[in-house]
């Protein structure tokens, strides 16, 4: 029986050809690097903790949908499509909580490790292949951070909060009201209301 043939020197050992088991990350070997080659991704990736603003956020674990498209450029991996993603937080109105799902696109190339565009590019300019993956994580969450509204609303025409009482207004008879005190007259109905009699009254002396 024949032995079994070793690895040549820098021949890809059984490890090295595993597919990634990090969701986030494209195994590119069956692209390829042949200009014009396209690959079609779909799948979904959990939300790391720290996606979000102070009043909305990805909650941690979030299943994050991911429908790309992968194409073989001169310089690299231009990537292209959408993301779905759920989103928590609070209406920055009247602070009832609220959900949501957020459909963005996104496009961004990858550039190929010694590539003109990666060698002119600074560090922060563009995203990069690294050897024979891709990481999807940093551009979801640019994408989806960069997008959430700095201040949430449950509806476009919420009223907000009443100053008098704290009650959502939207939850209120359209005729509540509160009344409404001047503070240049409080000292002064304060005074009245814990003096003896009624203002304008005479009192009655008091008899030897």
Not at 112 to 121: N, Q, R, V
Not at 138 to 163: F, K, M, N, Q, W
Request: proline share 10%; net charge negative; hydrophobic share 35%.
């Amino acid at each position: 029986m024949p032995a079994a043939p070793r690895n040549h020197p820098g021949a890809a050992s059984p490890e090295d050809r595993r597919p990634s088991t990090n969701p986030w990350k494209v195994d590119l070997r069956e692209l390829g690097r042949r200009p014009g080659s396209l690959h079609e991704l779909d799948r979904t990736a959990p939300a790391p903790e720290g996606w979000g603003l102070e009043l909305i956020r990805v909650p941690g674990g979030a299943e994050v949908h991911l429908r790309l498209r992968l194409e073989s450029v001169m310089e690299g991996v231009l990537v292209s499509g959408d993301l779905e993603v759920p989103v928590v937080g609070s209406c920055a109105r009247c602070l009832e909580p609220l959900e949501d799902t957020l459909a963005l696109d996104v496009q961004e190339l990858y550039a190929y490790a010694g590539s003109t565009t990666e060698a002119t590019s600074e560090e922060d300019e563009v995203r990069r292949v690294e050897g024979d993956f891709l990481d999807l994580e940093p551009l979801a969450r640019d994408t989806i951070v960069l997008s959430l509204p700095l201040s949430p609303v449950c509806t476009e025409d919420c009223g907000g909060l009443c100053v008098g009482c704290g009650q959502r207004i939207d939850d209120l008879p359209e005729d509540h009201t509160h009344e409404v005190t001047d503070p240049r007259w409080a000292a002064l109905a304060e005074r009245f209301a814990s003096s003896p009699g009624t203002p304008g009254e005479s009192t009655t002396p008091e008899e030897n």
